[in-house]
């Protein structure tokens, strides 16, 4: 957005080096002006996300990995954080991004399913839950997975 107002503006020499571009979480680190014109400047500021006090920390992370505060590759635990995902998803909507079988109510078994799908396998053809989690809190995050989920 900033980019492209700039750019629509004539001011695209000094923003391309002041505001960059990312699909992960965080990438605003301070506070930006970036001045469009004589009589109008934009500020670029770090966003604030308030996660809700009610979850438990499943919950309450997989809240703020909906809303695009969390980058997945930060987290300790993918897995969990997938699984809450899945759970909130639409089924039907996993399913033909995936190419997997249903899963019923169990998120795990779609990460398994998911693992074994993209060859993500460890030593032994043991499926790695944790890959396939990344995967998906990957897609999830840029935008690849085109569903509506409530926050």
């Known amino acids: 957005l900033i980019r492209s107002l700039a750019a629509s503006r004539g001011a695209m020499s000094s923003t391309s080096k002041a505001s960059g571009v990312s699909a992960t979480a965080g990438s ?16 670029d500021s770090p966003g ?13 992370l997989a809240s703020l990995m909906l809303r695009g505060a969390v980058n997945p590759a930060d987290l300790d635990d993918p897995a969990t954080a997938a699984c809450e995902l899945v759970r909130r998803a ?49 897609d999830f995050a840029k935008g690849r997975l085109h569903f509506y989920v409530e926050p």
Do not use: M, W
């Open 90 to 138: 639409q089924p039907q909507a996993l399913l033909l991004k995936y190419a997997v079988p249903a899963f019923g109510d169990n998120p795990r078994a779609f990460l398994v399913a998911v693992a074994k799908r993209r060859g993500k396998l460890k030593k032994g053809g043991i499926p790695d839950v944790d890959a396939a989690a990344r995967d998906v809190l990957d």
């Open 28 to 43: 605003t680190k301070t506070l930006r002006e970036i001045k469009l014109d004589a009589k109008l400047t934009l500020v």
């Open 48 to 60: 604030v996300v308030v996660a809700s006090t009610r979850d438990d920390d499943h919950a309450r």
